[in-house]
């Protein structure tokens, strides 16, 4: 019983991926302007400075 349940526990690894059960959400993607952002009451805003480039980046 113990090798059925470690090859079931191998076999469904492989098999079903965490990217495939957990699909991630799709945020949108860095922007220069904040506000062509799609940001809701809910949601919150990185700005990352970084060598004098300042991008803001929504979060979840």
Do not use: C, H
């Amino acid at each position: 019983m113990p090798l059925i349940l470690m090859g079931l526990a191998v076999l469904l690894t492989y098999k079903m991926p965490q990217e495939n059960i957990f699909q991630a959400v799709d945020f949108p993607d860095m922007a220069l302007d904040i506000a062509s952002l799609p940001l809701q009451d809910d949601r919150q805003l990185a700005v990352i400075e970084y060598s004098r480039v300042t991008k803001a980046d929504p979060l979840d």
